[in-house]
Structures are given as structure tokens and as C-alpha cells.
């Protein structure tokens, strides 16, 4: 009978002789002893007849507290294992060159143009050599997803490749961010991404020859720039996953080198390669030198500045004169590179042009003088 039916009769059961003296909580206590002792019967007549279900991998597993401090232990060094076993798993250059000669060697003619192809049968060929960590690579789902319009059915050799080291830099990334994942989560703080950032720049062929004063400001642009558009609800973390698939670092790597030559070619003015650097700006016309109407249109920036700060404009005339005869440039109606270099004043003319703090403090360089003179005979007094 079924325990259900059973614990219904019971309960349905007329009360008689003691039975009538229980009083509501006792029949509560009665009634939930008789539910437990049934549904323990047919839990456990279940587990008898499906053994099948001990065979069920657990898949669950609680995160060690904070004050379980040797299972914290225990799990880090476990997933350092996991990620180091992992990483040799991956393909190393050697075995990328390995690849890419086999892939070379086995390539299926005719040649058209200068793109080698290879067909599927020779396709398996180099996979069965290329070794157990390449496998994964050589199926038929990545021959035909490279597959497209040739002929003769077969694939370009160096799209194959390509996807190859995607597929290796991608897994690489993945690996190496996931070392910063203290939490084990799949996410990453502002701290760990900061650290990542910082120790991945002396690796980053892009940015070599960075000077170091410079990695804490790239590591604060590039982090904050993950986090503006992978947080948009200022959580404090980004998930590893979508990291990987945002173009950010690539893009920062490139972006971010142009906007350090800018900084570096502004803060070393006087030098020349700072001022061929900045020259090239200032040549709006490309005609290799810079003349009247190249010196206005940036002074006219310098002019609505003033204005904005409630200075009386100065006159573009009288600047154009005054840059015209600290330079002395062998035309007078043109200024060359060389003709910057060579008068030693090329830091205070681009200083004119494009910052307007700098130009202050040129228009102003009589009286500060003076002022500090003054400071100067003050202290000498006292």
C-alpha cells in the first residue's frame, strides 16, 4: 500500500479511549513521526532499486570560509596545478614551427597566386604527425569553416595557421588571467587586472622600450578603460570570459603607444626628435616647413583660449614677428626643421603655439623674473 495511503488512514482514524485526551500539538508531533518513519521507508526502497544513481559524479563542492585557511590552501595550489598542466598542454613555439613546415611541406597544388593551399586528404596527413597536441585542430568542422570558394576543395594554409594561434593565444590569455583570479570565480578585481597589466608589459613587443615612470599611468588607462565598459554596474569586477572577447588590450596597445610618443615629444621639447616629432604635427599642409598661415591657425586656438580665461587676446602679428626673429630661418617667409634645431629656440615656439600656460608664461617671463628677484633680495634681508 502506498505510504501516502497509509498515513491518510491513520490520520483519518476515529479517536478512541486515550487518544481522546492528545491535545492538538501531541496529534502534530504524532502526525509528522508517521510522515518522516514512511517517507524514510520510501526513500530508502527508492535507493535500493536505483543503484545506478551512486554512479553520479559529484558536482558540487562548497568554497572553504575564511577561516578555513588550509583548504584555501589547499584549492589554490590545486588550481595552480590545473592551470600549469594546462598550460603544457598548449603548443610552444617549437611546435608551431613544427606545424607550420609540415603544413608546408604537405601543401596541394596548383598555386594560385601566392596563397598555398592544402586539401583535405593532405589536411589529415599533417595532422596524424603534427603530434597529440594538435589534434584538436585537425577535424572536418575546422576544414570546412575555413572552407570557401576554391575549386578544388581545399583551404589556405596560412588562414589555417592563423586560426591555429588564435586558438593557442586565446587559451594562453585565458590561462595567464586566470592566475590572477584569487578568488577562483572566473572574474577578475581592479587589483588583479592591474597586476596582470603590469606584469605583462615587458612581454608586450608593442610597448618595449617603455620607460618604467610610464607603466603605472598605462596600467591605470588600460584598467579603468576594462572596467568602463565590461562593469557597467560598477561591481568591482569583470569576468574573465569577457576579457577575452573585447578587443580592449590589442587596441590599447596600439592607441595607447601613439598617445605616449605625444607625451614623450612634448615633455622633451628641446630636443630633436621631440621637435621633429611635434613638427610633423604642425606641418598641417605636409610641405615641410611652416609658414604664416600654418603659425595662425594653431595661435588661433591659443587666442579663444585667452578669451575663455578673460585675458585680452594677444596679436597673431606681433607673436608671427616675434617667432619669425628668435628662429631667423634662411627664408623669412618659411621655418624649417632644421631651422628649429639649429636656433635652439624650438621648444619655446612650439610652446607659443600649442599650450597656452606656456605661452603665459613666455608673455609674462619679464615680470616673473622680477618677482622672483624681489623674493630673492626678501630672504637675503632676513
Known sequence: ?????????????????????????ELKEEEMDLFTKYYSEWKGG????????????????????????????????????????????????????????????????????????????NFLKVGEKAGPKCKQFFTAKVFAKLLHTDSYGRISIMQFFNYVMRKVWLHQTRIGLSLYDVAGQGYLRESDLENYILELIPTLPQLDGLEKSFYSF????????????????????????????????????????????????????????ALQYIFKLLDIENKGYLNVFS????????????????????????VKDEIFDMVKPKDPLKIS?????????????????IDLNGFWTYENREALVANDNENSTDLDET
Open 1 to 25: 500500500m502506498d505510504w501516502k495511503e497509509v498515513l491518510r488512514r491513520r490520520l483519518a482514524a476515529p479517536d478512541t479511549g486515550p487518544q481522546k485526551k492528545k491535545n492538538e500539538q
Open 46 to 121: 527508492r535507493k535500493n532499486t536505483n543503484e545506478f544513481y551512486k554512479t553520479i559524479p559529484r558536482f558540487y563542492y562548497r568554497l572553504p570560509a575564511e577561516d578555513e585557511v588550509l583548504l584555501q590552501k589547499l584549492r589554490e595550489e590545486s588550481r595552480a596545478v590545473f592551470l600549469q598542466r594546462k598550460s603544457r598542454e598548449l603548443l610552444d613555439n617549437e611546435e608551431l614551427q613544427n606545424l607550420w613546415f609540415l603544413l608546408d611541406k604537405h601543401q596541394t597544388p596548383p598555386m594560385i597566386g601566392e596563397e598555398a593551399m592544402i586539401n583535405y586528404e
Open 218 to 273: 598605462y596600467v591605470c588607462t588600460a584598467v579603468r578603460k576594462f572596467f568602463f565598459f565590461l562593469d557597467p554596474l560598477r561591481t568591482g569586477k569583470i569576468k574573465i570570459q569577457d576579457i577575452l572577447a573585447c578587443s580592449f588590450l590589442d587596441d590599447l596597445l596600439e592607441d595607447y603607444k601613439t598617445y605616449l610618443d605625444f607625451v614623450l615629444a612634448l615633455e622633451n621639447r628641446k630636443e630633436p626628435a
Open 295 to 318: 603659425l595662425n591657425y594653431f595661435f588661433r586656438a591659443i587666442q579663444e583660449l585667452m578669451k575663455i580665461h578673460g585675458q585680452d587676446p594677444v596679436s597673431f602679428q606681433d
Open 337 to 353: 626643421l632644421q631651422d628649429l634645431i639649429n636656433s635652439n629656440q624650438g621648444d619655446t615656439v612650439t610652446t607659443i603655439l
